[in-house]
């Protein structure tokens, strides 16, 4: 885990980090002229708290190509969430451009698949309910929603749970609900806020194979914010390192370790030479 750092300081350029073999995707012959699934130029926002500005995010680039996992690290409180919300259509930027997939999409609420920082699981809906929730807003019949989730309870490790409710589960089961959640909305893209906050270290790496496992098969686009390095270099292709508030992008590393990624790659020289300069990056921000 990292620790909780603050500063002011913040860098205008984000430094790119590439490891030998370099073969990062974006050069790679099958993604020239692909449109970005999200791209995100010169972003900011400006929070209006008790009549007073407060400036989160400035300045921030950020995209993702279609298929791709990118992580997003940064200290608390410099937007992280809040440039999540954005992309997903909760809330709107101050400045800067945010295009899904080639365009503005001002109406993008509901079109991206979003697993919030909080679950979100209602008391009252038991883990079927809750995980059919998405698939009713969007006018799926409960029956039909059902017979969706069903298939897929096994595989989330939630087989025989369908009728429990949230206070029953443990903080890993419920993650698991609330991305299922997620993932019955059938969207392209997904953002994942902090999705493992709540586990141990044994469960998380359980939990990070398994989500390698399940993101090959779907073929989607993944953008997680995570505290936790090592689970962003594990599963990217991309980590963006944020200064803290305003926050702005430190420093991109591409990800260039080998796939499938196995738990025995974290001793590797290529993921330790990874961890050192994002730790590095991230104690920069930390100040002397
Ligand atoms: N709706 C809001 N109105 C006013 N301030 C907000 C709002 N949402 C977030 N903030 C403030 O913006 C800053 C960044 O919040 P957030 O994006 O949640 O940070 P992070 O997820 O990186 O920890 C915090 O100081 C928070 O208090
Ligand atoms: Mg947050």
């Known amino acids: 885990m990292l620790p909780e750092y603050s500063t002011d300081e913040m860098g205008n350029e984000a430094m790119a980090v590439s490891q030998q073999h370099n073969e990062n995707k974006a050069a790679q012959p099958e993604s020239h002229g692909t449109v970005r699934t ?9 929070f209006d708290q008790n009549g007073q500005e407060l400036a989160v995010m400035q300045n921030v680039d950020f995209h993702a190509e279609e298929g791709e996992f990118v992580s997003i690290i940064g200290p608390s409180g410099c937007g992280k969430s809040t440039l999540l919300n954005i992309i997903a259509g909760l809330d709107d930027q101050s400045e800067g451009s945010l295009k899904l997939r080639g365009e503005e999409a001002s109406d993008r609420l509901g079109t991206v698949g979003y697993m919030q920082q909080k679950d979100l699981l209602l008391p009252w809906r038991s883990v079927m309910d809750n995980a059919i929730l998405g698939l009713e807003l969007q006018g799926v019949s409960k029956n039909e929603a059902r017979a969706r989730a069903s298939v897929l309870m096994e595989q ?3 087989d025989g749970f369908e009728s429990e409710y949230p206070s029953a589960l443990s903080g890993g089961m419920r993650q698991r609900v609330a991305f299922l959640r997620t993932v019955l909305a059938d ?3 997904f953002l994942l806020d902090e999705p493992f906050g709540a586990l141990d270290a044994l469960n998380r790496s359980q939990i990070h194979e ?12 993944i953008v997680m914010v995570t505290h936790d390095v090592d689970e962003a270099i594990f599963l990217s292709d991309r980590v963006y390192v944020m200064s803290a508030r305003p926050g ?3 420093l991109v590393a591409n990800i260039d370790l080998p796939r499938p990624r196995f738990l025995e790659m974290v001793t590797s020289e290529g993921f330790v030479g990874l961890k050192t300069e994002l730790l590095s990056a991230i104690r920069q921000e930390s100040g002397p």
């Open 38 to 46: 999200i791209d995100v130029v010169g972003l900011g926002k400006v």
């Open 156 to 158: 989330f490790g939630l």
């Open 210 to 221: 398994w989500l390698l496992g399940l993101w090959e098969r779907l073929n989607k686009t």
């Open 187 to 189: 969207q392209q893209m």
């Open 248 to 250: 702005t992008m430190r």
